[in-house]
């Protein structure tokens, strides 16, 4: 059975809040559908930052989680927005927070999952397009370095011919391919083992071997004038 829980609001809710209402369809599934071992969690974009803050701020409750282009870091996110989305940028600051005020930063820096990498016990497989302008791969890179930096199962995927969210068919065929293991593994059920010759060898192109990712950050965009460090 597929269930699937809306993460899209109408004011961009993040951190606990965000948590708390995906936590509600969390609850209500476990409720006669499945138990608490089979439970993962998965979105892309704004789902993404709400999958990793699922397993960042409740870590127990997912067996799994495939975080698609997901911000992780709020602070970088808003620094990497390009001059030519001003308008973006003041919205993006009135639904979630200023980061030009030191309210503001805090609540960003609180609210970011990768402030709270060191609790994700979940297995993690994150998927990234290199040349997304929306989530700049620095996002994905953070996390991923993070995870793997306290010991805990994390994947990458990695498409160089891709923006925010991929587009052509051999790569989200590699792409759910890698997910269908991924969960096969840490849930259990069925799994095609049995993969086109193309589509394995465009999955071994995606894959990056987390010990390669750095997670190292500097503002260098928009709140460059804030200072190096993204979490301070």
Known sequence: MR???????RALITGSGCNEKVMRGTTK????????????????SYGGYATLA??????T??????????PSNLITLLDAIPPYWEAGRRQLYARMADPTTPAGRAL??????????????????????????RVNIRESN????????????????????EGHGFQR???????????????????GGRQQTEVPTDVAERLAVLRVDPKTVSGAVTLDGALKSMGSNPRK
């Open 3 to 9: 269930v699937s829980i809306s993460t899209r609001p």
């Open 169 to 187: 068919p051999i790569n989200n065929l590699a792409m759910v391919t890698a997910m269908e293991a991924f969960y096969a593994h840490y849930l």
């Open 142 to 161: 953070q996390i991923v370095a993070a995870v793997r930096d306290h010991g805990k199962p994390v994947e990458y995927l990695v498409a160089p011919d």
């Open 108 to 133: 960003l820096i609180a609210e970011s999952p990768l402030t709270r990498a060191q609790d994700i016990v979940t297995p993690l497989l994150v998927v990234q397009g290199k040349n997304d302008p």
């Open 61 to 70: 409750v997912y067996a799994a989680a495939v975080a698609y282009v997901p």
């Open 54 to 59: 699922g397993v960042a701020f409740t870590p």
């Open 29 to 44: 599934m476990k409720k006669g559908v499945t138990t608490n071992d089979k439970v993962a969690i998965m979105g892309g």
